[in-house]
């Protein structure tokens, strides 16, 4: 059987797309896909407050990529929206980064299987989603947190997740998440996996 070479990293940590604040825009490095056999993005946006969005609307996410190393111009790979915000929104009991494996918390619940952004407002790069496999507090994880959060720490919902296959001609991409709601604020991430050999 073959064996894959794998690398992951991240293009964009946690970042805040606040159009209330001024940052509405924001557009991550580039990603070099030139000598990957197959390269994904992992795309991630999620509510950062509990305001609704203004008419239904969302984060735009686009994915722009070049065909060549000596090719300037940019080309519009997708274009993708995410689930408007909603009010959703609460406080979750302390839990241990690798050993917690039920989540406490009081305010909206959570659908069984839906994410729950655990949102660390004094270091963002610190939030993260974790997964009820059951709605009512307290609630059974699928996994354990990775990083230890308090008490009080608030959660908001998952908007959206996108995973984007790059075509094998692509030789850079970069993604550009455009916040078109008056209203809300919204964390945005995006990770690259990439297959480099297989042997």
């Given at each position: 059987?073959?064996?894959?070479?794998?690398?992951?990293?991240?293009?964009?940590?946690?970042?805040?797309?606040?159009?209330?604040?001024g940052?509405?825009?924001?557009?991550?490095?580039?990603?070099d896909?030139s000598?990957?056999?197959?390269?994904?993005?992992?795309?991630?946006?999620?509510?950062a407050?509990?305001?609704?969005?203004?008419?239904?609307?969302?984060?735009?996410?686009?994915?722009?990529?070049?065909?060549?190393?000596a090719?300037?111009?940019?080309?519009?790979?997708?274009?993708?929206?995410?689930?408007a915000a909603?009010?959703?929104?609460?406080?979750?009991?302390?839990?241990?980064?690798?050993?917690?494996?039920?989540?406490?918390?009081?305010g909206?619940?959570?659908?069984?299987?839906?994410?729950?952004?655990i949102?660390?407002?004094?270091?963002?790069?610190?939030?993260?989603?974790?997964?009820?496999a059951?709605?009512?507090?307290?609630?059974?994880?699928?996994?354990?947190?990775?990083?230890?959060?308090?008490?009080?720490?608030?959660?908001?919902?998952?908007n959206?997740?996108?995973?984007?296959?790059?075509?094998?001609t692509?030789?850079?991409?970069?993604?550009?998440?455009?916040?078109?709601?008056?209203?809300?604020?919204?964390?945005?991430r995006?990770?690259?996996?990439?297959?480099?050999?297989?042997s």
């Amino acid at each position: 059987m073959a064996a894959l070479t794998k690398t992951e990293a991240q293009l964009l940590e946690w970042t805040l797309l606040d159009d209330t604040g001024g940052t509405e825009h924001i557009e991550t490095g580039e990603v070099d896909a030139s000598t990957a056999i197959e390269t994904i993005l992992h795309i991630e946006v999620c509510s950062a407050d509990a305001n609704a969005s203004t008419a239904a609307t969302s984060v735009e996410v686009i994915v722009y990529i070049q065909s060549g190393s000596a090719n300037d111009e940019w080309h519009v790979l997708t274009r993708l929206d995410a689930a408007a915000a909603s009010t959703a929104a609460g406080t979750i009991a302390e839990v241990t980064g690798g050993s917690s494996n039920i989540v406490t918390y009081a305010g909206t619940s959570i659908d069984a299987g839906d994410g729950m952004f655990i949102y660390e407002s004094g270091t963002i790069a610190n939030s993260e989603i974790i997964w009820p496999a059951e709605g009512a507090s307290p609630a059974d994880l699928m996994d354990p947190p990775v990083r230890n959060h308090a008490a009080s720490t608030p959660y908001f919902e998952l908007n959206a997740q996108f995973n984007v296959t790059l075509p094998q001609t692509v030789s850079q991409a970069k993604v550009l998440f455009n916040n078109r709601d008056a209203d809300a604020t919204y964390a945005v991430r995006v990770r690259v996996t990439k297959v480099t050999a297989i042997s």
